[in-house]
């Protein structure tokens, strides 16, 4: 199973939201310089994960975005869940197993391992919060390079 791209940057945004957001809103071009994915993609994303009430926008003068919640309150299967289409295992389970999307779900013999997978793919991925993403990636020490890049374009 792959997660799209739409997935795995929405969580990247938002873990580099908090790394540059400590002095308030973070810009999207500041999230795109230190991510490099592309600003359109992430004004897609952004506007996604504001209809879905993880990410306030603030305009004006020193806008930007931040947390529409707490750290600790946002979970990566919403996030995933808000920007993705589907997350399942295999296409006969996408829409889950009552919708009889496949022809052979009457006689299917694996489609409850898939099914199964699936659930906890979900349950672990809501199991893991931004702010334990955040965390890891200060203890890692990733931050540093990122921030003082962000710093360096600054001065320039």
Same mark, same amino acid.
């Given at each position: 199973?792959?997660?799209?791209?739409?997935?795995?940057?929405?969580?990247?945004?938002?873990?580099? $939201?908090?790394?540059?957001?400590? *002095?308030?809103? =973070?810009?999207?071009?500041?999230?795109?310089?230190? /991510?490099? &994915? @592309?600003?359109?993609?992430?004004?897609?994303?952004?506007?996604?994960?504001?209809?879905?009430?993880?990410?306030?926008?603030?305009?004006?003068?020193?806008?930007?975005?931040? $947390?529409?919640?707490?750290?600790? *309150?946002?979970? =990566?299967?919403?996030?995933?869940?808000?920007?993705? /289409?589907? &997350? @399942?295992?295999?296409?006969?389970?996408?829409?889950?197993?009552?919708?009889?999307?496949?022809?052979?779900?009457?006689?299917?013999?694996?489609?409850?391992?898939?099914?199964? $997978?699936?659930?906890?793919?979900?349950?672990?991925?809501?199991?893991?919060?931004?702010?334990?993403?955040?965390?890891?990636?200060?203890?890692?020490?990733?931050?540093?390079?990122?921030?003082?890049?962000?710093?360096?374009?600054?001065?320039?």
């Amino acid at each position: 199973m792959r997660l799209t791209t739409r997935g795995q940057y929405a969580v990247r945004a938002l873990v580099m $939201l908090m790394l540059l957001g400590d *002095d308030g809103p =973070v810009t999207l071009k500041e999230i795109s310089n230190a /991510e490099d &994915i @592309s600003l359109n993609y992430l004004e897609q994303l952004f506007s996604k994960m504001r209809k879905g009430n993880i990410v306030n926008s603030i305009k004006g003068p020193g806008g930007g975005y931040v $947390l529409a919640k707490d750290a600790k *309150d946002i979970m =990566v299967g919403e996030i995933i869940e808000v920007v993705e /289409e589907t &997350i @399942s295992p295999v296409a006969c389970v996408d829409e889950g197993m009552e919708t009889k999307s496949c022809a052979r779900s009457e006689k299917c013999t694996t489609q409850w391992l898939w099914a199964e $997978l699936g659930l906890k793919i979900k349950e672990y991925l809501n199991s893991v919060t931004i702010y334990d993403l955040y965390q890891k990636a200060r203890e890692s020490g990733v931050t540093g390079d990122v921030l003082n890049e962000q710093e360096d374009l600054l001065r320039l």
